[in-house]
């Protein structure tokens, strides 16, 4: 459907943004402040700049940005970057202004005055870079705008939202796939930092760009270490974690409901820890505020829903702890992604238990959706249990579920203390024979909890008033603990040789259960430890604060530095890394820069932010 036209403003005539530099070079250096491009970053805006189409899969903190904004910089028009999340707007926005680039958006935030500024601007040519939300595009008015004007390159970020088989369907990104029909001739560039080998297909098929060449860096996130332990004590296991993390970390905890994150977000504050809540339930003003004291003040802890952190850019978050089970392996991996963008030693924990297991189930069972829809579910699910109940290495199954290759890594749990296994056979055995007998005998079905006892041999109400102590099986399991027990139940469930049913989890052989009562199937089971919390795999001590790896002597400019940031941040009302990241304090410490010429040899300060901040950071070096 052609857009309808709109008639072009008399005073302005439309008149593409000129081009702001004559290479890549020169913009990486004059605009971002950096060097040299890494990784394949020089081959994408190459490819682009030359007027093809890119997909790109690299993953969170490898420098995509840079690979849609350079070729804005670099052809004539304006760059369009079709972003989902507005906060991720606002803050790239802000990066960008603070960098010299014109750069605006569009969105329901604004006043129509503003919107009518930014339509404006964008007709005259003088915008460099101008963001939208995927649903804008499909309104008639947008896209006769954007007619109106001249565009440079379009970019789609988060593009495995076109995916339906992906975790994190967006159908407004479904009309992104004509947009080579209403822009012909204008570059395009999805990019993403999650994407199973299936999802990268979607997104070239769906996106309609066939010619597209395909850049896959790998999706290895080194500096994150990967540990998983058995849920027991979910929140003296959380404390013991989050003790364990440097002075002033920011970090996020992810749990499953509303109900949960405000107790645990409550709970900490009580164990006098700067934590919050955030979540979908709460109004849009308490949301903002705690996002904006996340991203400005150091060590905020944010206890969300996963309704917080995509589109959070802070490139210094420590730790992603989650305190139940992701959905999928995908989103544990976008989630855990959002530690250490900036490279710096961070950690994904997680503690998961047999609850998780019964109550994922059980959700899948009870949701809207057909056959087809439910068995995705569970796929999904059974893959991001295989990662938790691995006793190999946690990256290297993680990377293969992305289709990567790779060794053991040396920086996750497993790896850091390879799990004992032992022969599970036999309590395998004794558990299914329960379930069957109370089955055939009685008629009966029980969860987790009375199974246990009855294996245990315990007295309880319960089990005299059904005469339990009668069954054959009663006590027979007296040999292993209860948190035995419920360890062989979660690992069995995870394989599928138990299934969970209805709203009580009950528990019921599932299909591989035969071959284990008659012997056929052998059940090694992974043995829990318990107690890492603190204990980074055992080895690793505290790990270090933003400024360990400096000398000492460097240390103390680096905090007269980082108090200066945290003033600009605040007088200007952006988060302290659009002043400067950590990596540019720590440079500075380092090379303690005398004149304003020496600061062009300082990673992360590009023309404008010497202009602007040059003599600051220099007096503040010069009186420390
Ligand atoms: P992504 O969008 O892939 O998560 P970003 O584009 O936010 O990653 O970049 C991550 C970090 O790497 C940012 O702090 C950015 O300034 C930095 N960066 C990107 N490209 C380069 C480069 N060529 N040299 C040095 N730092 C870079
Ligand atoms: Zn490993």
Redesign the pocket.
Known sequence: MPPPAEPARASVAPRPAPARFATAGDA?RTV?G?D???GE?AAIIDQVVDGGDAVVL?P???????CYQIPALVREGTGLVVSPLIALMHDQVDALRANGVRAEYLNSTQAPQERARVERAYVSGEIDLLYVAPERLNSPATVGLLARGSLSVIAIDEAHCVSQWGHDFRPDYLALGDLDERFPGVPRLALT?TATPATHREIAERLRMPTARHFVASFDRPNIQYRIEPKVEPRKQLLAFLRSQPEGAAGIVYALSRKSVDQTAQYLRTQGLDALAYHAGLDAETRARHQARFLRDDGVIMVATIAFGMGI?K?DVRFVAHIDLPKSVEGYYQETGRAG??GDPSVAWMAYGLGDVVQQRRMIDQSPGDRTYKMRLGQHLDAMLALCETVGCRRQNLLGYFGQDSGACGNCDTCLTPPETWDGLIPAQKLLSTIVRLQRERGQAFGAGHLVDILRGARTERISQQRHDELKTYGIGADLSEQDWRSVIRQLLARGILVAKGEYGTLAPGEPAGAVLSGEAPVPLRRDVLGRGGGGGGSRARRAPASASLDEADQPVFEALRTWRSEQAREQGVPAYIVF?DATLRALAEHRPRTSGDLSAI??IGEKKREAYGEAVLAVIASS
């Open positions: 990486l971002y950096f040299a491009f890494r970053q690299m969170t903190g490898a420098g995509k940005s840079v930092a850019d490139p963008r900036d990241g990673p992360g």
